[in-house]
């Protein structure tokens, strides 16, 4: 199975479910600070609106290779030479979403589908690729019968 194969569904997928997830912590947030007029609370939301997404896309990414959406489609990002990508690599990813966010992603849509390896801008600066996980794993070991089934009674 080509890694490639099926990744820009994916992709788009899985960015809408990232930045679900960030958008509705954030308006629950926002909702119980308007409704409580804690202003302090508000300063909390708005503050998450900045950190969440460097969290999910850089920090969580970093730690496994994939974010709480990529890991839900099947999708891993690693260097253009297959290995694990060290963290100034999501950094780059990071800031470069400003640019292949550009007119509601579709600026980084074009780049995708139009990179032999469907690579957006922040994958391109970074070295990076994102991934199709093996559909099914192969087990370490063979799944066996338990000791006491092979016994006769």
Do not use: K
């Not at 954030?26 to 900045?50: E, K, P, Q, S, W």
Request: positive net charge; glycine residues 8%.
């Amino acid at each position: 199975m080509d890694p490639l194969d099926g990744v820009v569904p994916r992709r788009l997928l899985q960015a809408a479910v990232d930045q679900g997830m960030i958008f509705v912590i954030f308006f629950v947030l926002l909702n119980v600070a308007v409704f409580t007029h804690d202003r302090v609370l508000l300063g909390v939301a708005f503050a998450l609106l900045l950190v969440l997404p460097f969290a999910v896309h850089v920090l969580l990414a970093s730690r496994s290779g994939r974010t709480p959406a990529m890991r839900l489609t099947g999708l891993r990002i690693v260097t253009t030479a297959g290995t694990s990508p060290r963290f100034g690599a999501y950094v780059i990813r990071w800031l470069l979403m400003v640019a292949d966010g550009a007119l509601f992603g579709l600026v980084g849509l074009v780049v995708i589908l139009a990179t032999r390896r469907r690579q957006r801008i922040g994958d391109i600066v970074a070295g990076t690729l994102v991934v199709r996980e093996p559909a099914v794993r192969e087990a370490a070991t063979p799944v066996s019968a338990p000791a006491d089934a092979a016994m006769p009674r």
